[in-house]
């Protein structure tokens, strides 16, 4: 089975930090992909990846970056942390150009 | 771009019922329409898909139906059991195009015993 790992179940960060999500899978997938998810609002993309060193920006990236140094490997970085990036985090990856992603368990983060 | 409407955003049912939850799209290229289970602390996953060739899909108690024309299409859950309880999504993308998918807001079922 497809294993997509997410650091941090919860993290609780104070605004202005720097704060690194990281993800990595397990099964060679080419590409990778950063969501948000906020009650009633649903899966919102921030971040994808086709390729290593390569990054497309999704439906919200203001606010954010990322990284993929590795194909396996792929961050979220907040550069200063606000209160409204307060939100569930879903790291997701998928193979080629299948359109079936499998997801982590999420990182919940808190911005205090 | 494309955009999904998801309906109803909360669904409550007694064990034994049955369950259906709607999706629309605007995009008429889009034709692949996944759904996805998210059970409580977990990551969203795949139960089921289908796509524009194909009007039903069954997979036990579980089935989605397509109105290419109208465009929407629905997931039907029967004799809906209490681990059936979960966020549900729908979504929609273009195999020939970006093929990233664009997910609705989600449906919070609520099965009762």
């Known amino acids: 089975d497809v294993k997509v790992t997410q650091s941090s179940r919860y993290l609780v960060k104070r605004t202005g930090e720097k704060v690194f999500l990281e993800c990595v899978q397990d099964?060679?997938?080419?590409?990778m992909f950063w969501y948000r998810q906020d009650p009633g609002l649903g899966l919102r993309l921030i971040y994808f990846?086709?390729?290593?060193?390569?990054?497309e920006k999704g439906d919200i990236p203001e606010g954010y970056s990322v990284s993929r140094e590795k194909k396996e490997r792929f961050s979220l970085i907040l550069e200063s942390a606000s209160t409204n990036q307060t939100s569930m985090y879903l790291c997701?990856?998928?193979?080629?150009?299948?359109?079936?992603?499998?997801f982590g368990s999420g990182t919940q983060l808190s911005v205090l | 771009g494309e955009n999904v409407e998801q309906h109803p955003s909360t669904l409550s049912v007694q064990e034994g019922d049955s369950a259906v939850i709607k999706c629309t799209y605007s995009?008429?290229?889009?034709?692949?329409f996944p759904w996805y289970k998210q059970e409580l602390g977990k990551g969203p996953q795949l139960i089921i898909d289908?796509?524009?060739?194909?009007g039903e899909k069954k997979d036990q108690r579980i089935a989605v139906t397509l109105n290419k024309t109208a465009k929407h299409f629905s997931l039907h859950i029967t004799e809906t059991q209490p681990e059936d309880s979960a966020v549900y999504f729908c979504?929609?993308?273009?195999?020939?195009?970006?093929?990233?998918?664009?997910f609705g807001r989600g449906t919070s079922l609520i099965v009762h015993p």
């Open positions: 997701a990856s998928s193979q080629g150009r299948s359109e079936k992603l499998f």
């Open positions: 099964m060679d997938h080419e590409n």
């Open positions: 990846s086709y390729d290593v060193k390569m990054k």
């Open positions: 995009d008429s290229a889009s034709n692949y």
């Open positions: 289908i796509r524009s060739n194909v």
């Open positions: 979504a929609a993308s273009n195999s020939g195009g970006s093929y990233i998918p664009t």
